[in-house]
T-cell receptor
Framework: EAQVTQNPRYLITVTGKKLTVTCSQNMNHEYMSWYRQDPGLGLRQIYY???????DKGDVPEGYKVSRKEKRNFPLILESPSPNQTSLYFCASSFRAEANTEAFFGQGTRLTVV | AQSVAQPEDQVNVAEGNPLTVKCTYS??????LFWYVQYPNRGLQFLLKYITGDNLVKGSYGFEAEFNKSQTSFHLKKPSALVSDSALYFC?????????????FGAGTTVTVRA
């Protein structure tokens, strides 16, 4: 089954404790991105990757890191999480970076930083 | 710069009645428009997109949307709503002339269809 898989689905952590949210897709997609969803703000892009070893900042990159060493994986790293990073996070992938391709989303990771 | 506005936080309709979810957009270049739906505890699912061609686009689950360039709108419609259509709906836009392929989302509209 074609899908984008995120882990974990739920995570509660403490301020300053490094964490990684994994994202993997099995569709051989080139383009991957991370979003955070906050009430009243919709989805905002954190980082995106147009292909292996190519990543760039989205609208809200502060406090986050990403890497794209393999085509299928695009982990999101929070080196020192803070309470304002409490949010619902989505990973998405698209066949290519072209503007006319739709995105496939993971099921989300609900992160709480206390 | 690009942006999307969904003017209604919530839309409530009775089952069997027409459903409309409004979306307006702003882009510098050529608009590529998308609708996604999010069911509780699920990721976003693609419904339909407008890239070029016919202004009326048909998508999944009986939904359609009409692109109106002069009004910069891309409203989502369904002729006869079902209770199972209750969900959170997002409109999104990409600038077809941009090199970063950024997808910008609206704040979302919660649709409730009552039996």
């Amino acid at each position: 089954e074609a899908q984008v898989t995120q882990n974990p689905r739920y995570l509660i952590t403490v301020t300053g404790k490094k964490l990684t949210v994994t994202c993997s897709q099995n569709m051989n997609h080139e383009y991957m991105s991370w979003y955070r969803q906050d009430p009243g703000l919709g989805l905002r892009q954190i980082y995106y990757s147009m292909n292996v070893e190519v990543t760039d900042k989205g609208d809200v990159p502060e406090g986050y890191k990403v890497s794209r060493k393999e085509k299928r994986n695009f982990p999101l790293i929070l080196e020192s999480p803070s309470p304002n990073q409490t949010s619902l996070y989505f990973c998405a992938s698209s066949f290519r970076a072209e503007a006319n391709t739709e995105a496939f989303f993971g099921q989300g990771t609900r992160l709480t930083v206390v | 710069a690009q942006s999307v506005a969904q003017p209604e936080d919530q839309v409530n309709v009775a089952e069997g009645n027409p459903l409309t979810v409004k979306c307006t957009y702003s882009v510098s270049g050529n608009p590529y428009l998308f609708w996604y739906v999010q069911y509780p505890n699920r990721g976003l699912q693609f419904l339909l997109k407008y890239i070029t061609g016919d202004n009326l686009v048909k998508g999944s689950y009986g939904f359609e949307a009409e692109f109106n360039k002069s009004q910069t709108s891309f409203h989502l419609k369904k002729p006869s709503a079902l209770v199972s259509d209750s969900a959170l709906y997002f409109c999104a836009v990409r600038d077809g002339w941009s090199n970063d392929y950024k997808l910008s989302f609206g704040a979302g509209t919660t649709v409730t269809v009552r039996a």
